[in-house]
């Protein structure tokens, strides 16, 4: 049996929405120092819906197929939805993630998390911070 999935192996040999967004309405950067992945959303946002999305990943191949499939699902949808969007569903959608990787699939949904609240803070609305489920997740940040 194959480590990583066709669709794994697809977003990261061709992956979708790399790059900047000039003057985004939300940017949001984490990483992760244990593996040294790091990853940054851009967003475009228009009456609540994600109109535009780009990402930057320094990392691993899962890392990438993470940041490719997650800005996938959240394109076209509202903030509100994107908001709920679980590293669960990333890693889903890309028919699995090996355990030891599972932690690529918490970063971009964190790093969504990160763009939208950045965009709330711009507007100056106040947004409950979501955290990824930690329970069945290989972060090991503590939280």
């Not at 194959?2 to 939300?26: Q, T």
């Not at 669960?88 to 028919?95: G, N």
């Not at 711009?122 to 972060?139: F, I, L, S, Y």
């Amino acid at each position: 049996m194959a480590l990583y999935s066709e669709k794994v192996m697809d977003h990261f040999r061709n992956p979708r929405n790399v790059g900047v967004i000039e003057n985004p309405d939300g940017v949001g950067e984490v990483g992760n120092a244990k593996c040294g992945d790091i990853m940054k959303i851009y967003l475009k946002i228009d009456d609540e819906i994600i109109t535009d999305v780009k990402f930057e990943t320094f990392g691993c191949g899962s890392a990438i197929a993470s940041s490719s499939m997650a800005t996938e699902l959240i394109k076209g949808k509202p903030v509100s939805q994107a908001l709920e969007l679980t590293n669960k569903a990333v890693a889903e959608a890309l028919d699995g993630l090996p355990a030891h990787k599972l932690h690529c699939s918490v970063l971009a949904e964190e790093a969504i998390k990160s763009a939208i609240e950045d965009y709330y803070r711009k507007k100056g609305v106040p947004v409950e911070k979501k955290t990824a489920d930690c329970a069945n997740c290989q972060h090991n940040c503590g939280k």
